[in-house]
Every structure is written in structure tokens, then in C-alpha cells.
């Protein structure tokens, strides 16, 4: 028997994969008070303060691939959930500098934690974490990851086909 998505297009694979991995986390981090995005964003934050950094919105913008502006209201309402500070930075007025609380540092490692687990089952078809699968996967995410994309391009109308598996 087949795969309900046999015959898709690797953008519709990306798509569903991605929306059920958004899907999966939200639940998963719920019971911590946190949305997929917030998790993102704290996960990130975490990671860059234990190598020393104290980044900026923008930057941590730019790490997590998300827009500034989103960044900057997420960061917002994980301030007055007492989760992370913002902070002016003393190099730039401009820049505003963002660092875990330590409630937000313990939630963040519990949020880690529990997606870890997550994660674990999702790659586990592929050989759970440390599978050669799983590195070959993540060598092809990270290489496609790494490919700019033209958004200027110019595509006619019906270009997607009538495919009812295509990405919309």
C-alpha cells in the first residue's frame, strides 16, 4: 500500500512536513504557557546566551528566520509573561537587546527537553537522532536551507498546474 502523499511535490512535502511540525510542537509546548514561534524564539535565545551572546531583535531575527516585527511582538508578550528582558543596547539606542529571565531560562529547558522527545520520535523512521539517515536528511535540509531563492521570478499564472497535491 501506498503513501497518502505519493506522487506530491517535494514543496508540498516541505509544506505538510513543516505544518505538522509546527502543529506537533504547539501542542507539545501548550502545557508551558509557550506557542510553536515562542519556542523558537526562547529555544534560540537560549542556545545563543550560552555561547555568550546577548543578541539584538534583529539578530535574533535573523537566526530564527522569522520577520522583525513578529520578533519584536513576541518578544513583547514574552516580556509580560516574565520569560525574557529587553533591554537597550549601550552600543546602539537603536538596537534593543534580548536575554532570558531565569524563569525564562528554566521554562526554555523544559520547552527543550520536551521537543527533544518529539523530535526523537519524528526521525525515528529515519534512525532516531543519531541515524545515518537522519544526518544524510539533515545535510539535504541544510543544503537546501543554504540555496537563495529568487521571489522575483517571473511565472505565469497556471504554473502550479492542476495538481490537487501542489503547495498553494
Do not use: C
Not at 504557557?33 to 545563543?48: C, D, F, N
Not at 534593543?96 to 523512521?125: K, M, N
Amino acid at each position: 500500500m501506498g503513501s497518502a502523499h505519493e506522487g506530491a511535490t517535494p514543496g508540498f512535502l516541505v509544506w505538510r512536513l513543516s505544518m505538522k511540525w509546527r502543529v506537533a510542537v504547539d501542542r507539545a509546548v501548550a502545557p508551558l504557557g509557550l506557542t510553536h514561534a515562542q519556542y523558537s524564539l526562547v529555544a534560540s535565545l537560549y542556545g545563543m546566551g550560552r555561547a555568550g551572546e546577548r543578541p539584538s531583535q534583529r539578530r535574533l531575527a535573523d537566526h530564527t528566520g522569522l520577520e522583525p516585527l513578529y520578533v519584536s511582538k513576541l518578544a513583547r508578550a514574552l516580556e509580560a509573561s516574565g520569560l525574557l528582558e529587553r533591554t537597550r543596547d549601550p552600543r546602539d539606542p537603536r538596537a534593543v537587546q534580548l536575554a532570558l529571565t531565569e524563569r525564562g531560562v528554566d521554562v526554555t529547558r523544559r520547552a527543550i527537553e520536551v521537543v527533544h522527545l518529539l523530535l526523537g520520535q519524528l526521525l525515528e523512521p529515519l534512525g532516531g537522532l543519531d541515524g545515518a539517515r537522519t544526518r544524510a536528511f539533515t545535510h539535504d535540509l541544510t543544503t537546501l536551507l543554504d540555496t537563495s531563492l529568487d521571489a522575483s521570478l517571473d511565472t505565469p499564472a497556471d504554473s502550479f498546474g492542476d495538481n490537487e497535491t501542489e503547495q498553494p
